[in-house]
């Protein structure tokens, strides 16, 4: 773990929430199971396994080492989980957490619980991604799919959009999403539904067609989303709601599943949709498989003036000449 310990040793007090080591990147040989997180006042530390005692008290005085350098006579606050075989077990290993625990990112403030299961709140990976679309979004009326505590739509109101709906299953997610909405003063132009989105579509239809529909679903969570299987009756929906010169973010966090994962069921699904880049992920974040990490994808719907045959994506983004299929039908 010693290039855990040097990033520690040498690391900068943050601001905003951010990734500090990234070991699951595996550019750091022997520390692929750790990673640091700070939720600013909070450092949040996670082993995807078991760990010693005298790992963490080895890391326990490394971060107080650098604490004392970095806010002399401040409390060092700081979290380990451990995720092992399914499990998560989180301990406070010092200090306190706030309560309510506010963190920013890029001037916007969000809600985050730190010491309560493996989500905190704000998925610190996808930064690049809300910063796109805060910079995309002006004067865009905006779908957030699997909307989570809807830092997205935080995202595109702070960039001007007009209006933002904001779908998730969970209520409890959309609940701290409002929140997130207060805690910035953009109550006006953003609405919420706590609603399977499967069984929305009329209502999600009747409300578009939209400038920019965000899709960001769990990889894997039983009775929601599984994305070897509802992926693709998804993708299918989105030519419908989207206006033409119309943009998607489609968004998918599984290492064992690679970006063709996302592009070749697109050809299939909405032919019509272009593919234009991969955004990049936060430096933070860098992988030595850039396949295994979080993948981004942005899509286009032709214009008004397009022609009938349009061009569709390729993996290396090169576009490739492709009859006009069919559009499919509503399920």
């Known amino acids: 773990m010693q290039a855990l310990l040097d990033t520690i040793a040498r690391m900068v007090m943050p601001t905003d929430a951010q ?3 990234h070991g699951r990147g595996g550019l750091h040989p022997g520390c692929e199971a750790w990673t640091l997180d700070a939720y600013p006042p909070v450092w949040v530390l996670t082993k995807f396994g078991e760990a010693s005692d005298d790992e963490l008290a ?3 005085a490394a971060l107080a080492a650098r604490h004392e350098l970095l806010a002399p006579g401040e409390p060092l606050n700081w979290v380990f989980q451990s995720r092992h075989e399914g499990r998560s077990e989180t301990r406070l290993k010092a200090g306190s957490v706030p309560e309510p625990h506010v963190v920013t990112e890029r001037g916007a403030r969000y809600l985050v619980h ?7 709140g704000l998925f610190l990976d996808m930064a690049e991604g809300r910063q796109w679309v805060r910079e995309h979004a002006a004067g865009a009326k905006v779908l957030n799919l699997f909307a989570y505590t809807c830092a997205f739509s935080v995202a595109a109101l702070q960039g001007g959009a007009k209006q933002v709906v904001n779908v998730d299953m969970s209520a409890g997610a959309i609940a701290i999403g409002q929140q997130n909405h207060a805690l910035n003063g953009l109550q006006a132009g953003a609405s919420f539904l706590a609603h399977d989105i499967f069984k929305t579509w ?3 239809t009747r409300s578009g067609p939209y400038h920019l529909i965000v899709v960001d679903p769990p990889s894997y969570q039983k009775g929601s989303f599984v994305a070897t ?3 693709a009756r998804l993708m299918r929906r989105l030519p419908d709601l989207l206006r033409p010169d119309g943009e998607v973010l489609l968004c998918l966090n599984a290492p064992e599943l690679d970006t063709a994962f996302l592009q070749n069921p697109m050809r299939e699904a909405a032919p019509e949709l272009i593919f234009v880049e991969r955004l990049s992920n936060p430096a933070s974040f860098a992988d030595v498989s850039p396949e295994r990490a979080l993948k981004v994808l942005r899509y286009r719907a032709p214009g008004l003036d397009a022609p009938r045959a349009q061009t569709r994506g390729l993996p290396d983004g090169q576009p490739e000449q492709a009859e006009q299929a069919p559009q499919a039908p509503g399920g």
């Not at 730190?114 to 905190?120: A, E, I, P």
């Open 58 to 60: 080895t890391v326990s």
């Open 114 to 120: 730190v010491l309560k299961g493996q989500n905190h």
């Open 202 to 204: 009329g209502k999600l």
């Open 229 to 231: 299987k509802d992926y």
């Open 19 to 21: 990734r500090v080591f």
